[in-house]
């Protein structure tokens, strides 16, 4: 295209931006203009705000489904995977100091821990995108849990003929477990509650709710100012379809913000008494289990104190750091009541493994061993697990009940606020096509 041409288009585009600017204008200066204007503005506006307030519920409803569907149930899957391969290395460690021939119930609870880890696995598998660390921790754990009980049944076959190959086949799996499987799924599980936070952040849908009041507070704004300017132009104190757009609109405002309000506060009772405890409560599982690992592996290696000795020290530290967190943010209740349970079985089964040491210390193994697989001590630490489990679960269906009220009402509000943005329109242009045809 030549310059002359150039010049020749842009006058048109000008003249195109001034006839709107003029038209305006012109409207601006009579009467019935002015109120194309105010009925042009209230239109757009009501459209507006029934479409911001269609897509706000929308988001919101999605949001939430997502948390209560997805990102929370990934988290509880990420924890079985998690504690069921913890508590299978304990009790394929236990199994082994009964030497020979395991004892069925110690089987059985093996293997049912890697069938629930495998089944908790493909089923996060599920819920979890091709891409990230979750897909990547999901990978490993695959390749690795097939190894680890290849090297269980290795060491359960050598310890049934007495021969001491078994102990190591053993260590190297609880290494493979503590090293890899473990490790990735605590990665599985930290990425599933960076997901549930995110999950909490898309239902509340913050920037879509402040658009739709910032709209809601314009519309209501501008059909008082139209209905001042009605009665100082016409001299009618009202005019009853514009009276009637407000009262609809302050109904919408209402309605939203009932809805919104309440969905936010069930979301932050999912978080405070659903989701937060659900996660330390996890962790503290798992770190009950951690314990009772290392002194099983620490007896089956005949080495005395050392390096699992050691990580028990540490782990007694933070479970009891835990279970304290536990306590202080479930202080009453049934949730509340197992925890200071569970408090006062981990004191008992910390008392009972001192006992073991000072057994095996002494030169008495078969004593320490005879203690530690006991009834007793049995018994005692699972009364720990049992109470944390019993929290666990209290706070599952807390959170399950809490999501599902706060979705009530978002489907409706969905389909309700561009309804009512609609009636708001027709009322609105009911309202001042009375007063524009007196012009005619």
Request: one cysteine or more; hydrophobic letters at 45%; a neutral charge.
């Amino acid at each position: 295209m030549s310059t002359a041409q150039l010049h020749r288009v842009a006058p048109v585009v000008a003249d195109t931006r001034g006839g709107v600017l003029s038209r305006v204008g012109r409207l601006r200066r009579t009467s019935p203009g002015r109120l194309q204007l105010i009925l042009a503005a209230l239109v757009a506006l009501a459209l507006l705000t029934g479409l911001v307030a269609g897509l706000t519920a929308a988001s919101a409803s999605r949001g939430t489904d997502d948390l209560g569907n997805r990102a929370q149930p990934l988290l509880v899957e990420a924890e079985t995977i998690y504690s069921a391969l913890a508590r299978a290395d304990t009790t394929a460690a236990q199994a082994f100091l009964a030497g020979g021939l395991e004892p069925s119930g110690l089987t059985d609870l093996y293997e049912e821990d890697l069938d629930r880890a495998a089944t908790a696995l493909t089923s996060a598998a599920r819920r979890t995108p091709e891409d990230g660390r979750s897909a990547e921790a999901i990978r490993a754990l695959s390749a690795d849990l097939p190894r680890y009980a290849a090297l269980v049944a290795s060491a359960r076959a050598n310890n049934r003929q007495g021969l001491p190959i078994g102990a190591a086949y053993l260590s190297s799996a609880s290494t493979l477990s503590r090293e890899s499987l473990q490790p990735q799924a605590q990665a599985l599980f930290q990425a599933a509650q960076a997901e549930v936070n995110d999950g909490y952040a898309d239902a509340r849908s913050s920037w879509w709710t402040a658009l739709l009041l910032i709209l809601l507070a314009g519309l209501l704004g501008a059909l008082l100012l139209a209905q001042r300017y009605l009665s100082r132009t016409t001299r009618r104190t009202f005019n009853l379809p514009l009276v009637t757009a407000t009262a609809v609109t302050l109904i919408l405002a209402l309605g939203v913000g009932g809805v919104l309000i309440a969905q936010r506060a069930h979301l932050s009772e999912a978080d405070s008494e659903g989701s937060r405890p659900v996660a330390l409560l996890a962790e503290a599982r798992i770190a009950a289990l951690r314990e009772r690992g290392d002194e099983a592996l620490t007896l089956a290696a005949r080495s005395g104190e050392g390096d699992l000795e050691e990580d028990f020290d540490a782990t007694t530290k933070q479970l009891d750091g835990l279970l304290g967190d536990a306590g202080a943010m479930m202080p009453t209740g049934f949730a509340g009541q197992a925890v200071q349970s569970a408090i006062t079985s981990h004191r008992s089964y910390v008392a009972a493994h001192d006992e073991v040491r000072k057994l095996d210390n002494g030169g008495n193994y078969d004593g320490a061993v005879k203690l530690a697989v006991g009834s007793g001590t049995t018994q005692t630490f699972t009364g720990l697990t049992t109470f944390i489990d019993r929290a666990l679960e209290s706070r599952k269906d807390v959170f399950s009940a809490e999501i599902s009220d706060a979705g009530r009402g978002l489907g409706l509000l969905t389909v309700l606020g561009p309804l009512l943005a609609l009636v708001v329109c027709g009322l609105a242009f009911a309202g001042l096509r009375t007063r524009l045809e007196e012009y005619r």
